[in-house]
């Protein structure tokens, strides 16, 4: 079983940065690939970016691209989410989530373990 925390969020300016961690144990990181995915209130947990076991690909909603960047370390067993530029629309509870494949996809339900979230507020 893989457990997943999250960390590093919090309020943040319109305009600031924030970087959020996501913690793993009980399987060897390098195996999965990771996505980070947000879910506002009343709205659907949608994608946010993704990065293979190896790190070689990486793959961002267009919402967010050019603004994060998602990487890992996995001598660490640990993967991040460096937002910048934060606009109050990217207002979220920000969860982190394994595959357990090579492919990146973007939908949820792709994804095989799932931390608790970190809420990041972003005010305007």
């Known amino acids: 079983q893989v457990q997943l925390v999250e960390s590093g969020g919090g309020l943040v300016q319109a305009g600031g940065s924030l970087r959020l961690s996501c913690a793993a144990s009980g399987r060897t990181l390098s195996r999965y690939t990771m996505g980070w995915f947000r879910q506002a209130p009343g709205k659907e947990r949608e994608f946010v970016a993704a990065?293979?076991?190896?790190?070689?690909?990486?793959h961002y909603a267009d919402s967010v691209k050019g603004r994060c960047t998602i990487s890992r370390d996995n001598a660490k067993n640990t993967g991040y989410l460096q937002m910048n530029s934060l606009k109050p629309e990217d207002a979220a509870v920000y969860y982190c989530a394994l595959r357990n494949s090579v492919v990146i996809r973007t939908t949820p339900t792709s994804y095989d373990y799932w931390g608790q979230g970190t809420q990041v507020t972003v005010s305007s």
């Open positions: 990065i293979t076991g190896s790190g070689a690909v990486t």
